[in-house]
């Protein structure tokens, strides 16, 4: 009988690394489907549902790292079960908080998965970085009809690629764009030329996108994930290659726009959309003041009113984050938001420096979620599928370290 105990850690431990790289192939499928919404339900959205089903088969365990984060969600996703109560006709309500809860469920999927293994991290990432190229190539040949079928990525004469709408299209290539830029900066530069070939892909997307807000993002996220470059390493000689190549880098991505410019459609829309207000932000009912009135109206309805329900007051949706929690989640839900940002983002600051294999990846989720939370100011997020993949592995990362010290105390090794 101790013969027979003390050799089943030994036949079970291939058979548990064997389903653990399965598991791993899986969730990198899963990633790179994120980047493929042209209908819904995306492909996205099955193949997850199947992998978290089978993962909790096989024992997804939600630590006390993770917990906060589940709570969290779980409270917002009650606001918006909640505000579905004052709702007169429920319509598309139920389903629009199953989507919801859905991509809840995935923040919680991926922050689980990788405090169980940080190597799962790059994988993810790369499985992004994949799906952002396609997906970007696709906008940019659809966008100059080179190829069959070119209307199916674009929307109002801007490049959608593979998504339903510019606006989130261009965002979704933010956090591979930091993850090349990482790559180039730190790996050996006989790697630089498919990264830079890469970036100028991603940056074209993002430019034919014309959405503001990804225009400001990418830069943004760009200027900050080099400053906290800068911040992380202390050589001088490598302070001095991350600025030669980050500015041979602009240099590169400001000709791939002047030639992009000598086309008199792109050159049109990029003086149309590069007007700070437009007509339908700072006019009657237009964006901001909807933020105004939305804002008075949601502080006399604690439960909100029920999700979709404000495009049928108003000409358009919020398009403000804030405000969305506020009439489709309620008070409840817009606590359950406010106090998941302050925490994601106090954590990862927290940790953003120190020097750990999951460092790079830390970084990058961070610097990206700063940015969509400032343009959460003007756009809906709660439905972007890779802005719960950035909570999730935000919170993995810090889990990890969590773990990570508590094995130092307990002597244990890493």
């Known amino acids: 009988m101790t013969a027979v105990t003390a050799s089943r850690p030994v036949i079970l431990r291939p058979q548990l690394a064997a389903i653990s790289l399965v598991g791993s192939c899986l969730v990198t499928i899963g990633v790179f489907l994120s980047g493929f919404v042209i209908a819904e339900p995306a492909p996205y959205e099955v193949f997850m549902a199947g992998l978290i089903g089978l993962w909790a088969l096989f024992g997804l365990r939600i630590s006390r790292a993770t917990a906060p984060l589940t709570v969290l ?9 909640l505000s579905l109560t004052v709702m007169a006709d429920l319509g598309t309500g139920p389903m629009y908080m199953a989507v919801t809860g859905f991509l809840c469920l995935t923040a919680v999927f991926f922050a689980a998965i990788i405090e169980e293994s940080h190597q799962r991290l790059p994988l993810i990432l790369n499985a992004w970085v994949a799906a ?36 989130v299209f261009g965002p979704f290539l933010v956090a591979p764009t930091l993850y090349l830029l990482h790559g180039l900066l730190t790996q050996p530069i006989s790697r630089a030329p498919l990264k830079i070939a890469g970036l100028l892909v991603l940056t074209l997307g993002v430019f034919l996108s014309f959405s503001r807000a990804a225009w400001a993002l990418d830069l943004f996220c760009v200027v900050a994930f080099v400053f906290v470059m800068l911040l ?22 400001v000709a791939a726009l002047v ?15 590069t007007q700070l207000v437009q007509d339908y932000d700072g ?22 009113i029920g999700p ?11 398009h403000n984050v804030l405000l969305k929690s506020l009439t489709s989640y309620g008070w409840l839900g817009f606590v359950a938001y406010v106090a998941l940002i302050l925490w994601t983002l106090s954590l990862g600051f927290r940790f953003l420096l120190l020097e750990r294999p999951w460092q790079p990846y830390l970084m990058i989720a961070w610097t990206t979620l700063m940015g969509h939370v400032g343009i959460g100011n003007v756009i809906d997020t709660d439905h972007w599928r890779h802005f719960y993949l950035l909570l ?23």
């Open 73 to 81: 969600l779980v409270l917002f996703m009650i606001g918006g079960i």
């Open 132 to 167: 952002a190229v396609i997906t970007a190539l696709l906008g940019i040949l659809g966008y100059f009809g080179a190829i069959p079928g070119a209307a199916n990525f674009t929307l109002y004469d801007r490049a959608k690629g593979a998504f339903q709408d510019p606006n």
């Open 232 to 253: 992380k390493q202390r050589s001088g000689l490598f302070r001095l290659r991350i600025l030669v190549l980050t500015l041979s880098g602009a240099l590169f991505v």
């Open 259 to 273: 030639v992009a410019l000598q086309s008199d459609q792109v050159a049109s829309l990029f003086s149309s959309r």
């Open 283 to 304: 006019g009657h009912l237009g964006r901001f003041d909807r933020h105004r009135i939305g804002f008075l109206m949601a502080m006399e309805k604690p439960l909100g």
């Open 308 to 318: 979709m329900v404000f495009s049928t007051m108003f000409p358009e949706d919020e």
């Open 392 to 414: 999730g592995i935000l919170w993995g990362c810090a889990a990890l370290e969590y773990r990570h010290r508590r094995q130092i105390r307990s002597g244990t090794p890493a």
